[in-house]
């Protein structure tokens, strides 16, 4: 039983027609599938960004949803591509790491190294594997092909690690794990572990010389201009400013260290 | 009887995937919805700007689309969540003015405010509804569920005031309304009443130092460089250049003032 | 035999309601319609780079496609605008050349110039023929409306003309086509053309001062910081970098010249 729903997720943007291609093949390969746009606005070659948002959108969507997630900087190398069959869903991508954090999520049913040449868009270009293998590899799944015809199954794929916080006598160490749109920042402090350290507990979080120590429950509720923390929509702790990005004011980046001090 | 058609109008842009996020539980909640994209590059937080999208654009679409309309600054504050339908459509949004324009245009049936959590996406963060109430409701809608499930009714929406013109004399004072994506300059004077005031008679309007004092019948007719005025697509005067951005170039803004004196 | 995909290639950016507008004609028009964007961010009024995303986009959608490319400054003024039908496709654009390239690699079946106002949506605006004609023409073909409605046949349409290499003796001047998202600079030096040519012999290629002797097979085997050649996803010579973009590094733009001495 397959879906209809190919997700995409690129660092391909928007002006160059590189989506736009993809989406050409695979509605050529399965005139049935929907296509929906995850995002093309991954940071440039970011594995870890791609990654990131990959294992926080997926679970949003319908049972055997497609996901194509191609942040790909080895195109033409002898990465692999693996297609990732979990209990509910389809993911394609090149074997560098994206999948890592999905991985942990979900429970994996099988693993394909896909090598099958049979069904990728011919000529397969050196540069452009979303349009030669990724595309047409989702249209086939959606089809309904068996997923064993597209290559070798194998045990594992690579993976890059999730940044662990780090905790000595009372002081956890962090980071930036993600900024969104809006400028606000993703911590990895997950609200699963920490809501209840931090809500039995004064502390003292610090990151870039700015130090917070309260808990907000909107953004709305935050004083204007005011830095403060608030459990995010994403899972984690996030530090916001009300209608401003504080990323940009403070200058803050994705691995910047943070440190919660308990007292 | 509904349609299939949700159209989406945010701040979220196009890096995150908050959008993405929308459509997986639109599409999860109503497998037979078909998602188009408005625009998801409203400034940020700029209900004045959502308000003006909106009431410009809904009314191209289908008969019972559902307009999801989310830019929402008081998002897990306690502003509503209203629903409002109309003779040919359904439009969602925080009760913070954005359906303040469009409603002025419409015959409204019936006015929801969302409270029913048992069609909400559980559990319900305070900073995400456009994913844990707004797309949820707007798949409901589709699959044809009786929006009096959805909350109480209630008899008025919060409502920003449009900018009107200030007539003194033989001088109107107008503003800025819109800056589109090529830097045309969209006032608040509209066709129907000033077409024929400014046929019949000698003016001279002026922007930030700029006089102007003629219409064009189309872009291509104006002298290159050189600034000019005309009936534009969304019904009002548009300021514009040739092929180039009137506003970067003159740093106009939304807001700043617009004086026409007869002569 | 129709099909159901209406593919749009505009200037139109995603700030503005444009395109959501024209989706919301093409919806209301043809019901039964599927929309795809190729893209939205062609550079505003750039008829070439139209031309180039076209004509290297079209050939990867379903058969009976029908392609909208509005690019179109000339919006308002007598140029024509014109419909395509090809063996395989239906292009609609302004008579501006934007199928200049994409003529060539068809075989055209007939051209139409669409005047017929019956079909248009009105009023019809000097402003946005995007939405007052362009969009329910697109929805009348997958109506299954006949062409030959729309207007009368011509027999050509405007071209211009594209950049072709100029060879003086052992030396090839060539030009920059076009740049890609990643900044990766297309040649008009055609692979089918200049593959053997660059095989079989020594040469050097200078760009702005820089010289360049060997082409890659893929990007990922580039060294870092290092400008290369690749062969292209698009059937053209490029110049890269590895995960940089050479285009703002060496400040390339498109139409800079490229010369390439055989040794």
Redesign the interface.
């Known amino acids: 039983m397959v879906g209809k729903?190919v997700?995409l997720?690129t660092d391909?943007?928007?002006?160059?027609?590189?989506?736009?291609?993809m989406?050409?093949?695979i509605?050529?390969t399965a005139?049935e599938s929907?296509?929906?746009?995850?995002?093309?606005?991954i940071s440039?070659?970011s594995i870890q960004e791609a990654a990131f948002?990959l294992a926080?959108?997926?679970s949003?969507?319908?049972k055997n949803?497609v996901f194509v997630t191609v942040v790909d900087?080895?195109?033409?190398?002898n990465?692999k591509i693996v297609l990732l069959k979990t209990e509910k869903y389809y993911f394609i991508a090149p074997d560098n790491g994206i999948l890592s954090w999905t991985i942990k999520k979900e429970k994996v049913k099988k693993i394909i190294s896909v090598t099958n040449n049979k069904y990728f868009f011919q000529p397969v270009?050196?540069?452009?594997h979303g349009?030669d293998i990724f595309a047409p590899i989702a249209g086939h799944i959606i089809n309904g092909i068996d997923i064993n015809n597209f290559g070798p199954e194998i045990s594992k794929i690579y993976k890059i690690s999730f940044p662990e916080i780090i905790k000595i006598n009372n002081v956890f160490q962090g980071q930036v794990l993600y900024i969104?749109?809006?400028g606000n920042v993703i911590t990895n402090f997950t609200e699963d572990k920490f809501r209840q350290v931090l809500k039995n507990g004064l502390f003292e979080l610090r990151i870039k010389n700015k130090k917070l120590d309260r808990i907000q429950?909107?953004?709305?509720?935050i004083e204007p201009s005011k830095p403060c923390l608030?459990?995010?929509?994403f899972g984690y702790l996030?530090i916001a400013l009300?209608?401003d990005s504080i990323a940009r004011l403070y200058r803050i980046n994705v691995e910047d260290k943070i440190i919660i001090r308990m007292k």
Chains 1, 2, 3 share one sequence.
């Open positions: 729903i997700a997720i391909f943007g928007y002006k160059s027609p590189f989506v736009g291609i989406k050409g093949v509605k050529t005139p929907e296509i929906i746009d995850i995002t093309h606005n440039e070659y948002v926080h959108s997926y949003y969507f319908p949803t900087p080895g195109v033409g190398s990465r270009s050196n540069t452009f349009r969104d749109k809006f429950t909107s953004y709305s509720g608030i459990w995010g929509s996030e009300r209608e």
